[in-house]
């Protein structure tokens, strides 16, 4: 039930953002086993969901550009943004994979299983998809990491910074 309550209560709460990152076959690629597709999105709903073991949930929206690629991949990568990175933040969030590829607009280089990991982010992991849950509009993936990497001292960007954004998938 949404109603203007639980809406006062969501906008209390102030979530860290992250980047989904994925990259799988693309068009063709039966035919040329080389050619994949990265892609990447916004996410604001992502947590710890396990200690022992260590498990993350984020969770993708099934409107958006990322998910069918994220729905057939075994691997995906989870980038928590630092306070200084909104612009990537928009690029990722505002602009759709299906009109433009995000990653000629931005630094990153391929990680583990060719996912691209996203420069100067505050931490970053590359991680196996242990489960997929329908959530409603979004599917949660339940991520085991592989490689994790994070700065010191880096402050995460969250929600209330970039709350002015319009998504790119329009959903």
């Not at 994220?70 to 630092?82: D, F, Q």
């Not at 420069?119 to 849950?133: D, K, L, N, P, S």
Request: charged residues 20%; proline residues 6%.
């Amino acid at each position: 039930m949404r109603s203007e309550e639980t809406d006062a209560f969501v906008a209390a709460l102030d979530y860290p953002m992250f980047v989904v990152t994925v990259a799988g076959p693309g068009p063709g690629a039966a035919a040329q086993p080389r050619q994949a597709t990265r892609s990447g999105c916004l996410v604001g709903f992502a947590t710890q969901c396990s200690i022992d073991p260590f498990r993350l949930l984020v969770c993708i929206s099934k409107a958006n550009h990322t998910y069918p690629l994220a729905r057939a991949s075994s691997v995906l990568g989870l980038h928590a943004l630092g306070s200084e990175q909104r612009e990537l933040a928009r690029l990722f969030g505002e602009t759709t994979g299906d009109e433009l590829d995000k990653f000629e607009r931005c630094e990153w280089r391929p990680g583990p299983e060719g996912v691209p990991i996203l420069a100067g982010c505050a931490a970053w992991m590359v991680a196996t998809v242990r489960q997929r849950i329908d959530l409603g509009d979004h599917v949660g993936f339940v991520l085991e990491p592989v490689e994790v990497n994070s700065r010191q001292g880096a402050t995460a960007l969250s929600f209330s910074q970039i709350s002015d954004l319009q998504a790119g998938h329009g959903a």
